[in-house]
C-alpha cells in the first residue's frame, strides 16, 4: 500500500540555520504530497502541498518539491526561527476520493536560539 | 481557519472501563471525520473513517467492537474504546473536513493522550 518514509531522528539547529527533512513516499497511483506541522497541544496544520509532478509547495518560508523521478518530497527552509519549532509530518493521499491520508512519522524540530 | 476540537485531552482509567473521546468540528459541517492512533515516535495510523448517518469504515486490523465510533450529526464524532487495556493507551487524534472538500482542507483535533492503568 500507499506508505511514507521521513527521516529518523529529531533535529536540533540554531536560530538561522538552515533546515532539510527527507520524506520519500510510494504509491501505486499519482498522490498529491502534504506537509503538516504539529505546534505543541496544537492539533496537525497544513503547512504546504503539491498535487503533481515538479509542483513547489511553499508556505512561511518552507518549500518543497514534489520530485516524481526519486519519489522525494523534501521539506526546506533557508533561516530557521525559534517559531519554527514543532513537529511536521510529511503525507500523501491518493486522490480517488476518500480524501484519506498516509503520514510518516514525524520529525522533531528544535530550534535553539 | 477551521477549528476541531477534542474531549478531554487527557484521560486516566483502570483497565476494564470504557473511554468516550469527543471530536466536534465547531464552524463547519463535516460529513466524513477520521479516527487516528499516535504511538510514540510513530506515523498516525488511520483507524476508522466516521460518515455522518451511517456504520463507519474501519482499517484492516482494528477492532469495531473495541473502538466503537459514532457519528451521530454533522459536527459530532466519538470514539468509545471499550474495556480499555493498557495496550490501548496511545494518542487519538481525530480530522475532519467540509463536504465539499479534499484531501488538503483536512483539519484536525489536538489529540486525546488516553493512559490506562
Known amino acids: 500500500g500507499d506508505s511514507v518514509t521521513q527521516m529518523e531522528g529529531p533535529v536540533t539547529l540554531s536560530e538561522e540555520a538552515f533546515l532539510t527533512i527527507n520524506c520519500t513516499y510510494t504509491a501505486t497511483g499519482y498522490p498529491s504530497l502534504f506537509w503538516y506541522v504539529q505546534y505543541p497541544g496544537e492539533g496537525l496544520q497544513l503547512l504546504l502541498k503539491a498535487t503533481k509532478a515538479d509542483d513547489k509547495g511553499s508556505n512561511k518560508g518552507f518549500e518543497a518539491t514534489y520530485r516524481k523521478e526519486t519519489t522525494s518530497f523534501h521539506l526546506e527552509k533557508g533561516s530557521v526561527q525559534v517559531s519554527d519549532s514543532a513537529v511536521y509530518f510529511c503525507a500523501l493521499s491518493d486522490w480517488d476520493g476518500n480524501n484519506r491520508l498516509a503520514f510518516g512519522k514525524g520529525n522533531q524540530v528544535v530550534v535553539i536560539p | 481557519g477551521a477549528v476541531v476540537s477534542q474531549h478531554p485531552s487527557r484521560v486516566i482509567c483502570k483497565s476494564g472501563t470504557s473511554v468516550k473521546i469527543e471530536c466536534r468540528s465547531l464552524?463547519?459541517?463535516?460529513?466524513?471525520m477520521f479516527w487516528y492512533r499516535q504511538f510514540p515516535k510513530q506515523s498516525l495510523m488511520l483507524m476508522a473513517t466516521s460518515n455522518e448517518g451511517s456504520k463507519a469504515t474501519y482499517e484492516q486490523g482494528v477492532e469495531k467492537d473495541k473502538f466503537l465510533i459514532n457519528h451521530a450529526s454533522l459536527t459530532l464524532s466519538t470514539l468509545t474504546v471499550t474495556s480499555a487495556h493498557p495496550e490501548d493507551s496511545s494518542f487519538y487524534i481525530c480530522s475532519a473536513y467540509p463536504a465539499s472538500g479534499g484531501p488538503d482542507t483536512q483539519y484536525f483535533g489536538p489529540g486525546t493522550r488516553l493512559t490506562v492503568l
Open positions: 464552524d463547519f459541517q463535516a460529513t466524513t
